[in-house]
């Protein structure tokens, strides 16, 4: 089994619709890192999903206020089989910055 230290996710803005911007290829994939920082001057809210398309938030409506980086604890260390995804989204675009880094077990 190959273990590949990946960045899930590139830095870039959040969507403000629900966005599904990882899909694990891998036999599983771990999440080591997920961060958003807010670049606006207004409070904004982080919905993150991870697993099934359909599955259920495992952060909702996470307020982050301006200037202030969200680490997401909750996610640090979850996996995801071949075919979970991520999926995100924010209140306001333009407004949270993030990027996901993990582990590819293939």
């Known amino acids: 089994m190959a273990v590949t230290p990946s ?4 830095p870039a803005f959040v969507p403000n619709a629900a966005t599904t911007v990882y899909t ?6 771990r999440i080591d890192y997920m961060a ?6 207004a409070n904004v809210t982080l919905t993150v999903r991870l ?10 409506a996470q307020t982050v206020l301006p200037g202030e980086t969200y680490l997401c ?10 075919g ?3 999926r995100y989204e924010c209140s306001a675009a ?3 910055f993030g990027s996901s ?4 077990f293939t």
């Open 73 to 82: 604890p909750e996610v640090v260390g979850a996996l995801l089989a071949s």
């Open 7 to 10: 960045q899930l996710i590139a």
């Open 51 to 60: 697993g099934a398309v359909a599955s259920s938030p495992i952060i909702v």
């Open 101 to 104: 880094n993990g582990v590819q």
């Open 94 to 96: 333009s407004a949270l």
């Open 84 to 86: 979970e995804i991520i």
């Open 36 to 41: 958003f920082a807010n670049q606006s001057a």
């Open 24 to 29: 694990s290829t891998a036999a599983k994939t």
